[in-house]
């Protein structure tokens, strides 16, 4: 499961980390990110019935197609077959459609296996797969670039088949059985989620949490190179380094998380004040940060920013139950990627009219105000769904 979000994740970075070199301005890449989340967000609805099905395992393989897939479309483009920019669309589409259902999927799959005690650890080290294919992308496909255009979509779709047969071939150690609903839940969880003051809580806080992270992850290259005036491999080291301290983050995290006592809402507040105070003096800092301040900011924002998933995702099976894990985290997803569909266009937007840093800065004030409301929260309301 893990390496089936270091796929997508290549996936989508393919799209956001080359767009410089493939020409497309900033304007041009929300548009398509926005395009691609809102995808993202239809089909995460539909896990709950995919799981139902076909099954979480065989779910994630399709995920796996549909990156191969986009990848060729994107190799097409890279190449200059057809008319020009005419595969991006195809591949965002399909990206969307991986990038959906693969969290609910695989929550369905990790539910079932991992003991109740272990699921902020096993849940967060399944989520550093966002940081694995991030930093991979990152580092290695602008080089992949250079050597030949179609090569670094070839790369990623080649691993994609690899675990896309990776997991159909855990179907059968895992008996292959779709997973079914709990009796009286809907397939789709929206009925849990509307019913429990948590799990909404819990939604709206993710909503804001993934538009920040999204932001981070889908304009801070862009923002180093225009606004910083950093070189494009400089630019990328950064990213790998924010991605790199993300992967501590997750399994830290998820070790914090699991200790006898912990209060796991209170953490995830934490986390999102933490993001905000330091990304709020990273892109507030005047002029262009010196290496050293960029070096600490960039990790600092990395631990908090893109560590909170995997306790999240957790939290949200946990109060959901096993039995419907799947569903109600694809329904809270819904309106998670429903956010952040609207974020890239929003973001560009704000930073066409007064630039990137205001952007940011946005942003990142809404995420201190839902970690200070989630600290706010009395510990004894997130009880288990019955």
Partial sequence: MTAVQALVAMGSFALSVLAPQLGVDVQSLGVLGSVMFGVGALSSLMAGWLI??????????????????????????????????????????????????ETPASASVLARVTPLARRPWIFSVRQTGNQIGAMAGSLLLPLLLVQHTALPFALVAALA????????????????????????????GLAELVASPPLRLLTLTMVVYMATQMSLNFFSMSHAVRHWQ??????AGWLALMQGAGLVGRLLWGRVAQRPGMPTLHLLGGLGLAMGATGLLLFLWPGTPPPA???VLFLLVGLSASGWNGVMIAELAR???PARAGAVTGAALLFSYTGIAIAPLA???????FGTDIAFATLLTATSA??????????????PLP
């Fill in 52 to 101: 139902r099905r076909c099954g979480d395992l065989q779910l994630a393989a399709l995920c796996m197609a549909a990156v191969m897939l986009a990848m060729a479309c994107l190799a097409l483009n890279a190449m200059g077959v057809g008319p020009a920019r005419w595969a991006f669309w195809p591949a965002v589409l399909l990206l969307g459609f991986a990038f959906g259902p």
């Fill in 161 to 188: 088949l690899v675990v896309s047969l990776w997991c159909l071939g855990l179907v059968r150690s895992d008996g292959g059985a779709p997973t079914i609903a709990a009796p009286g839940g809907s397939s789709s």
């Fill in 230 to 235: 950093l070189s494009v491999p400089v630019a």
């Fill in 293 to 295: 301040a960029l070096g």
């Fill in 319 to 321: 109060i959901a139950g």
């Fill in 347 to 353: 973001f560009a937007a704000l930073g066409q009219a």
């Fill in 370 to 383: 839902m970690g200070l409301a989630l600290l706010r929260r009395p510990l004894h309301s997130a009880t």
